[in-house]
Structures are given as structure tokens and as C-alpha cells.
């Protein structure tokens, strides 16, 4: 009796947690479709774009294949985004720290159009908070920064889960880069 007990118990944990998972899925999703409406919005491109421009100003000077391998773009594919950017005057290459590689650095209007799109990522991610209290608000934001310090992630991880992120706001990431990159 006691092990049918543990197993429907069991059971019920499972199918509890799977049903949060799938909350949890479709809060992922309607928080993605406002923030890629907004960068639409923003500087008219959607896909990779916008999530280019924030990560090329997290560090000035960026390589294109430090850049592709966050974005989890080809080669090629990335060298057309950074033609784009060039060609929409957002981002300039210059030389890079060696003689070979190109350094990345955004423009004063990519620097610019970067605010906007932080902005009209923490307005579109904010209005599906206006819901909660404040001390709900509080709780959720202990919750996720619990999620995120407990998973097992490198640095360029970090910068791929990171991509959207304002490095002003988060200043403390609670991304921890416990294993090393590939």
C-alpha cells in the first residue's frame, strides 16, 4: 500500500511538473513574440538582427566568428548579417587585434537603436508583468535567477542565453560559466 502510495505520488509530481514545463513553454513563447514585435518595430528586421546589434555592443570589437557562434549562425550567414548592419550603417568593421581578424563596433546610430531596442525589450517583457504584485513580481525574479544559477553553462552559452539581454540592468549575471567552452 505504502508503494502504491510513493508511485502515485510520484506520479502526480511528474505530471505536475510537466504541466509547469509547458506553462512555462508557452510564457517562454508569448515573451519572445513581444519582444521580436518590438525589434520589428525598432529597425524593421526581425530573425538574428536585432539579437547581432545587442551582443556587438556588449563588447566593441567583436569577431565575426565569435559572433557567429553565439548567434549559432554559418559563416556565411553571419557575413551577410554584419553586411546588412554595415549596409544600414549600425555596426563599421575595423581592423582587429591581429592583422587577420576584423573587429566589430557599432556605430553611433547602432549604439543608439541598441537603447531603443533595450528599451522596447524591458516595455514588452514588463507589460506581461503588470499583472503580478509587487511582491509577486519579487518572488518570480528570485525564482528565475534561481533557475538560471543552477545551470551548467560555459561563457559563450552565457552570451547565447544572454544575447537580448541590457548588460546595464544585469550587472550580476546569475548565469554561472562552470564548464568549459567547446
Known amino acids: 500500500m505504502v ?3 510513493f508511485v502515485c505520488r510520484a506520479h502526480i509530481i511528474r505530471r505536475m511538473e510537466t504541466g509547469i514545463a509547458n506553462l512555462l513553454g508557452a510564457l517562454s513563447l508569448a515573451v519572445m513574440d513581444r519582444i521580436e514585435q518590438g525589434a520589428r518595430e525598432v529597425i524593421g528586421r526581425g530573425g538574428e538582427t536585432p539579437a547581432a546589434l ?3 555592443g556588449y563588447g ?3 569577431t565575426n566568428d565569435k559572433l557567429r557562434r553565439i548567434l ?3 559563416h556565411s550567414g553571419t557575413v ?12 563599421e568593421r575595423r581592423p582587429g587585434k591581429d592583422g587577420r581578424e576584423v573587429a566589430l563596433h557599432l556605430t553611433a546610430r547602432g549604439a543608439a537603436t541598441r537603447n531603443e531596442l533595450m528599451a522596447s525589450r524591458i ?5 506581461l508583468l503588470d499583472v503580478l504584485s ?4 519579487k518572488q518570480l525574479g528570485t525564482l528565475i535567477g ?11 552559452d552565457r552570451f547565447t542565453i544572454c544575447r537580448m539581454c541590457d548588460d546595464r540592468l544585469c550587472t550580476n549575471c546569475p548565469l554561472p560559466t562552470t564548464k568549459p567552452d567547446r
Open 80 to 91: 551577410r548579417l554584419v553586411d546588412r548592419l554595415v549596409s544600414d550603417q549600425l555596426v
Open 134 to 137: 509587487p511582491a509577486e513580481t
Open 3 to 5: 508503494k502504491l502510495l
Open 123 to 127: 516595455s514588452a517583457v514588463g507589460s
Open 72 to 74: 549559432g549562425l554559418s
Open 146 to 156: 534561481e533557475v538560471l544559477g543552477r545551470q551548467d553553462t560555459t561563457e559563450l
Open 60 to 62: 566593441q570589437g567583436m
Open 54 to 56: 545587442v551582443v556587438i
